[in-house]
């Protein structure tokens, strides 16, 4: 199994993906996360150290009864949300992942319930449920729905092509989803179709550097890797009777970061980015749009910063989800993880 299990108990895994494994795909054939932990929970049920945490939602007054929701007009029967309409119903949380049910194998589906993914190529901590009450309330966490206010809290690495003026800054971009035919199968990107008048400008704002023929300039980025709002292309070389499909009239996108180390020699930094809103490709194509594309990103990176990955064998992009925190579903103690990065891009800085 190519995802490595951090933590497990009755209610939650939390795994790291690695980079290149898809957290979830319809693809036939083709392995993801998803499938790797179905399969293990198949035939490892019961095999973990449950430290005692098992039942409810974990919320005051839910009296750690199995397995409802603990919200209003839940009742707390098994196994529904507790959200409107759900009518407490089997099966599960209407989260995609898996549903309980038997597929004539003469066993029960493993309940698996998604709730946040990575890119295939980005590596980092995930959270699955494990039930459907699990399920909810992580769920509530992550939109923030959740009464607590240490909700969700998701931090990334990233290694990007050129240094920034300021060391702490905020991104407000508008991103829509666009949906192209490359070759024969169909893409998906995320476009930039503005930005937000408050916005905290970071590509107005690239340092030079003196790293010659792979410096990254905006002008670079903004005319081959992200659209402008008057092209609407994402940077993507078009495609003889292949227009891109507006998929979405475009959200809000926020996210800071912080430059926890530089490299002037080569012009990469090493950035602390922690999202404020979660869209599609967020990370990827608004640090692309400021400027400093991530190293190793081929589809929204500058042919400059392509250039710089191929040239340092870099793979993968430079992206890693390094630490997750949330609170249990049942016991609502605080959970907190961390990892180290392991794609060789980072191994140019100290400080991570």
């Known amino acids: 199994m190519l995802t490595e299990i951090v933590y497990e108990d009755k209610e939650v895994l939390v795994v790291r993906k690695p980079a290149g494994l898809a957290t979830q795909t319809a693809r036939v054939g083709q392995q993801d996360v998803v499938s790797e932990l179905k399969n293990y929970l198949r035939h490892s049920a019961g095999s973990f150290v449950s430290n005692d945490i098992s039942g409810g939602c974990g919320k005051p007054g839910s009296g750690g009864k199995a397995y409802g929701c603990g919200k209003p007009g839940s009742d707390g029967k098994a196994y529904g949300c507790g959200k409107p309409g759900s009518g407490g119903k089997a099966y599960g949380c209407g ?46 966490q992550l939109q923030g729905q959740d009464e607590e206010e240490n909700g969700f809290s998701k931090h990334y690495h990233a290694v990007l092509c050129g240094i920034p003026a300021r060391n702490t800054g905020r991104l407000t971009d508008i991103l829509s989803k666009e949906s192209v035919m490359v070759g024969t199968h169909r893409e998906y990107r995320a476009v930039v179709n503005g930005v937000a008048q408050e916005a905290d400008i970071l590509r107005e704002n690239v340092r030079p550097t003196d790293a010659g023929s792979v410096r990254i300039s905006p002008t670079d980025v903004a005319s081959v890797s992200v659209s402008s709002a008057n092209d609407g292309s994402a940077g993507i070389p078009s495609v003889p009777g292949h227009s891109g499909e507006n998929l979405s009239s475009g959200h809000r996108a926020e996210l800071e970061y912080e ?15 922690r999202l404020i809103t979660g869209r599609f490709h967020q990370i990827r194509a608004q640090m692309a749009h400021a400027g400093t594309p991530l190293l190793g990103d081929m589809k929204y990176g500058s ?15 430079a992206l890693c989800a390094c630490s997750l925190e949330f609170r249990h579903p049942v016991s609502g103690k605080r959970m907190e993880f961390r990892i180290e990065p392991k794609n060789p891009a980072f191994s140019f800085f100290s400080q991570l």
């Open 303 to 317: 042919e400059a910063s392509k250039a710089l990955a191929r040239g340092l064998g870099v793979r993968y992009v």
């Open 259 to 273: 430059i926890l180390q530089v490299r002037e020699a080569e012009g990469l930094s090493l950035a602390d980015i």
């Open 95 to 140: 989260k995609p992942g898996g549903n309980g049910k038997n597929h004539g194998s003469g066993k029960a589906e493993p309940y698996l319930g998604v709730i946040h993914r990575l890119d295939q190529p980005v590596e980092g901590l995930l959270v699955f449920a494990k039930n459907r009450a699990a399920a909810c309330c992580l769920t509530e």
